[in-house]
């Protein structure tokens, strides 16, 4: 057991450990928390892969500006106060998730898997070669032979492909200007709003703390309600 | 089996990022909040990444395709959470309620 | 090797030789403990560098301001670090109610550990550097922005209104102005041609053919931009407005007391000295100097930065937030953005190296001739943009004036009436 497996181990628990508490917690603000110690994990992955840059650009960009908008997000919406609970199809999405992760272990990890078409009823009438066979373990690295080193200056060879013409010129400035068009876009979205519009959403949150209020007061006194008094509140 | 880095074979990194894509899936398709979801979505572009960049490293890391798409991938990710952020914002301030499942009208 | 020069490198050579030895059954665990006492003394260096700063800061504000500073704990107030010690440690260590104790006590940790990470790559000597990260200067702007998040987990954890408030403040000062720095950081990077530290200092040095020339000469603009942004991310006067006494009653950490904030105030000041140090390393030439030790040339430049940062604490009025933002995205990014692309240009035109012009196709010249050239064009561009924004600022002016005196007039008008 070397270092760097104990290392990626302990990682990798870590990076599925706040993972899934990201997406089972009912507090949004934990959840964000636990997605920032998630970040850092895969940091350290990346750094266990020998690529710095990325490892650096992983802190600076996911926890120094999305995890903050995230946080930010959560606290304008008032995400504090409520409690996310869950969906309506919770069931079938973790059951999605299980077959999905089961398929990409598959094709991906070291599952193998014998399958036998000509035991399935309806499915040998359509195979053409019924034969047992062997599904999984693809070998992604070939056998035998050494993996090459990164080399010293993968950073410039990095930054010069990202503008040489015949390499990856054009995603680059397409990438700028999605960037550019999602800049202009948020700014457009979260902007000012002229007057007729803050007042529209003043009356809003005016009628939503009425009934908030009203339904707090119903719930604190359920039992001495007269038929009166709640006809009234309807008109009202 | 594999061929070793430092001890790690590849199938270890591939094994993780599908976890993690897998979770993120199941945190995307089972909440009910609006912020919740971008948050698994965030956890799969980071499974993605994971892939790319382990594929790099073990299968051709003196060329600079592996960097360049995981680069899209971290780019595109940060431009995607902040235009989806502003959007649950701006249907906050107006139905002060950010549940994907309550937003099934084309009028607000 | 001349002991007083390699003084810091023949002790460490010497401790890792022990440690080698105590340790020659496993040499990875040799080197972990190398590297942890490596940490350790760095950590020391920078809490004791605390103490000390608190005091200088005192009395150099004070001196300003025309007074004696702390001058009773001790010969010349000099034990005044200890008695504030004393007076942290015994103070009470309260929660408050329905504050999330876990996200409470691991704010002031984070914003510890952040801010005393930046010290593993600075380089105080040729070959003493904690670690050569060939992503340095990248690694140093994205700690920065790390130690954002422990302030939102402050103002979160505290339950308490005015702290959220003041979190949220101190994140869109801290966030804005890091745009500035990374911009300014490029040019440096760009004619380093590295973004290791030690590499950056190299190239200021007059080894190997460099011309020996601080970054400063080359580029004015980004010394001073990077500079102010950088003050302004430690939160220092006259960008503390997030912890004003009379503005938000001191922002995120006012729930925090007694070791906590002590914390807090630690990692304000040691996040000050390690942009001191992270300047002198980037536009200042690091440890590269004449006659004196190499150390001593580093602390010498990081103190005369950090007695600049306390000159402009005494002497400037606190900034508003909306002076703050508009100076951050209105002056300093299209100002950075516009010195960054003639700079690229200036440098692919005029190179240093004839191996260079063959390939790029530029014109040859000196290095000195270089250095001029990209002076004179930092120095036009920031006058030109201060002359600008004087225009723009005297115009504003006027007509704030003008409304002013168009409302006087009609309130006599009307009194008179």
């Known amino acids: ?236 | 089996m594999q061929n070793v880095l430092n001890g790690i074979p590849l199938w270890w990194y591939l094994v993780v990022s599908s976890a993690l894509f897998c979770i993120g899936l199941y945190g995307t398709l089972a909440r009910k909040n609006a912020i919740a979801l971008l948050m698994g979505v965030e956890l799969m572009l980071n499974a993605a990444n994971i892939n790319l960049l382990a594929f790099w490293r073990y299968l051709a890391p003196d060329t600079a395709g592996g960097l360049a798409f995981a680069a899209f991938v971290l780019v595109i990710a940060a431009a995607e959470a902040a235009v989806g952020l502003a959007l649950v914002i701006s249907v906050y301030r107006t139905t002060r309620s950010i549940d994907p499942e309550a937003l099934d009208q084309m009028k607000l | 090797m001349n002991p007083i020069n390699d003084l810091l490198r023949i002790l460490s050579d010497f401790v890792a030789g022990i440690i080698g030895s105590i340790f020659s059954f496993s040499p990875f665990l040799a080197d972990l403990v190398t590297m942890g006492l490596a940490a350790l003394i760095l950590c020391t260096f920078a809490a004791l560098s605390f103490m000390g700063l608190t005091y200088v800061e005192r009395k150099v504000v004070a001196r300003i301001q025309d007074r004696l500073g702390p001058n009773q704990a001790g010969p010349l107030g000099l034990l005044q670090p200890l008695a504030d010690g004393i007076k942290m440690f015994t103070k009470e260590d309260t929660t408050p109610a329905n504050a999330d104790r876990w996200v409470y006590n691991l704010a002031p940790l984070v914003i510890a550990i952040f801010a005393l990470t930046t010290y593993a790559v600075l380089p105080f000597a040729p070959g003493v550097v904690g670690t050569n990260l060939n992503v340095g200067a990248f690694y140093l702007i994205a700690i920065g922005s790390g130690s954002i998040v422990a302030i939102l987990m402050a103002g979160w954890g505290s339950n308490n209104k005015y702290a959220l408030l003041g979190a949220f403040r101190t994140v869109a000062q801290l966030v804005g102005y890091e745009v500035p720095m990374l911009l300014n950081v490029l040019p440096v990077v760009m004619m380093a041609g590295s973004m290791s530290l030690v590499d950056i200092i190299h190239k200021q040095t007059t080894l190997d053919g460099n011309p020996g020339i601080p970054f400063i000469v080359f580029f004015p603009l980004s010394a001073l931009v990077f500079l102010i942004s950088g003050i302004a991310e430690t939160g220092r006067s006259p960008f503390d407005l997030l912890e004003a006494e009379s503005e938000i009653v001191a922002g995120f950490h006012v729930e925090y007391s007694g070791m906590k904030f002590a914390l807090f105030f630690l990692g304000e000041y040691v996040n000050a000295l390690a942009v001191a140090f992270v300047f002198s390393t980037f536009f200042l030439g690091g440890y590269a100097g004449p006659i004196l030790p190499p150390y001593i040339w580093l602390l010498l430049k990081a103190a005369f930065i950090f007695f600049i940062f306390m000159w402009l604490r005494g002497t400037l009025p606190r900034i508003r937030i909306d002076q703050m933002h508009n100076l951050n995205w209105k002056f300093f990014v299209p100002v950075s953005i516009v010195h960054l692309v003639v700079v690229m240009v200036l440098m692919k035109l005029f190179v240093t190296s004839p191996a260079q012009a063959q390939a790029v196709g530029g014109i040859l010249v000196t290095p000195i001739a270089q250095a001029v050239i990209l002076f004179i064009a930092s120095m036009t561009i920031l006058l030109v943009s201060l002359a600008i924004a004087a225009q723009r600022a005297r115009a504003l002016r006027l007509q704030e004036e003008a409304i002013l005196e168009r409302r006087r007039a009609e309130n006599l008008a009307a009194v008179g009436a």
């Open chain 1, 1 to 236: 057991m070397t270092v760097q497996q104990v290392l990626f181990i302990v990682i990798s628990l870590v990076v599925l450990g706040a993972a899934l508490f990201v997406v089972t917690t009912r507090n949004l603000f934990r959840a964000a928390l636990m997605m920032i110690l998630a970040f850092f994990g895969i940091a350290g992955l990346f750094v266990l892969l020998e690529i710095g840059l990325f490892a650096v650009a992983q802190v600076l960009i996911y926890i120094g500006a999305i995890s903050i908008l995230v946080i930010f997000a959560v606290m304008l919406t008032r995400g504090m106060q409520g409690m996310v609970p869950r969906n309506s199809q919770a069931v079938g999405a973790a059951v999605t998730a299980a077959i999905i992760f089961a398929v990409l272990l598959l094709i991906l990890g070291p599952l193998r898997v014998t399958v036998d078409l000509a035991r399935w009823p309806v499915i040998s009438l359509f195979a053409g070669n019924a034969s047992p066979r062997e599904v999984g373990g693809i070998a992604w690295t070939p056998a035998n032979q050494a993996i090459p080193p990164v080399p010293e200056t993968y950073i410039s060879d990095f930054g010069r492909a990202l503008v040489d013409l015949n390499q990856y010129l054009l995603p680059f400035l397409l990438i700028a200007f999605l960037v550019d068009v999602v800049l202009a876009g948020a700014i457009f979205i979260a902007r000012q709003r002229r007057p007729a519009e803050v007042i529209e959403e003043r009356q809003l949150r005016a009628e939503e703390d009425a009934e908030e209020a009203e339904a707090m007061r119903r719930a604190s006194a359920p039992s001495a309600l007269p038929e009166g008094a709640v006809a009234s509140a309807a008109d009202h």
